[in-house]
């Protein structure tokens, strides 16, 4: 994608995020913002001058996609949001048997073992100047903000995403990820 600027939050193991970024070689100028106590995802914007930017697109560290960024930009400023939230489907299912009770907890119908699947947050998002403008620096995760945002009734998108994404956020996502990558 073509950002001029990148900036990345950190906390911990900070010296080693620093080190690592100041050896490496980027089209882009990357500016570490450092948390000395963690502000959640919207919080970490804080930073951000909003004369910086026109939209500011924010990725949350746990996440690899090979979404189109710039595709996402241009969605975020054709449709002139306040703010814009790109969501993945997940799947799952549920291992029993799924039982429906009415009120009474009288049997309404039975369905084995369903897969549930639900759109959620892919941890990737694009801030207006107006939307980062309402972000104080105190700790603040991001669905706290889109829900503010939300209450003040700013225009909010969805992208949804169907490009590869993955949360690697856990040990066992992380751990499928790297199988995954190795077959």
Same mark, same amino acid.
């Given at each position: 994608?073509?950002?001029?600027?990148?900036?990345?939050?950190?906390?911990?193991?900070?010296?080693?995020?620093?080190?690592?970024?100041?050896?490496? %070689? +980027?089209?882009? /100028?990357?500016? =570490?913002?450092?948390?000395?106590?963690?502000? &959640?995802?919207?919080?970490?914007?804080?930073?951000?001058?909003?004369?910086?930017?026109?939209?500011?697109?924010?990725?949350?560290?746990?996440?690899?996609?090979?979404?189109?960024?710039?595709?996402?930009?241009?969605?975020?400023?054709?449709?002139?949001?306040?703010?814009?939230?790109?969501?993945?489907?997940?799947?799952?299912?549920?291992?029993?048997?799924?039982?429906?009770?009415?009120?009474?907890?009288?049997? %309404? +119908?039975?369905? /084995?073992?369903? =897969?549930?699947?639900?759109?959620?947050?892919? &941890?990737?998002?694009?801030?207006?100047?107006?939307?980062?403008?309402?972000?104080?620096?105190?700790?603040?995760?991001?669905?706290?903000?889109?829900?503010?945002?939300?209450?003040?009734?700013?225009?909010?998108?969805?992208?949804?995403?169907?490009?590869?994404?993955?949360?690697?956020?856990?040990?066992?996502?992380?751990?499928?990820?790297?199988?995954?990558?190795?077959?």
């Amino acid at each position: 994608s073509n950002y001029k600027r990148i900036y990345v939050s950190t906390h911990y193991l900070h010296e080693k995020i620093s080190k690592f970024l100041d050896n490496r %070689k +980027s089209k882009a /100028e990357i500016a =570490i913002i450092h948390e000395k106590k963690p502000l &959640g995802t919207a919080g970490s914007i804080s930073s951000i001058k909003s004369s910086n930017f026109d939209t500011l697109t924010v990725l949350n560290g746990d996440v690899l996609t090979e979404v189109d960024l710039n595709a996402l930009n241009q969605f975020h400023k054709d449709k002139k949001l306040d703010l814009t939230i790109t969501v993945a489907q997940y799947s799952f299912k549920v291992p029993f048997g799924v039982v429906s009770l009415d009120k009474k907890f009288t049997f %309404k +119908s039975l369905s /084995e073992k369903p =897969i549930q699947k639900h759109f959620v947050l892919s &941890g990737i998002y694009c801030l207006s100047r107006r939307a980062r403008a309402i972000v104080k620096k105190s700790y603040l995760d991001m669905p706290d903000l889109i829900n503010y945002a939300k209450a003040l009734d700013y225009k909010i998108g969805v992208f949804p995403i169907y490009e590869y994404w993955n949360d690697v956020g856990t040990y066992e996502s992380l751990h499928f990820e790297k199988s995954r990558r190795i077959n």
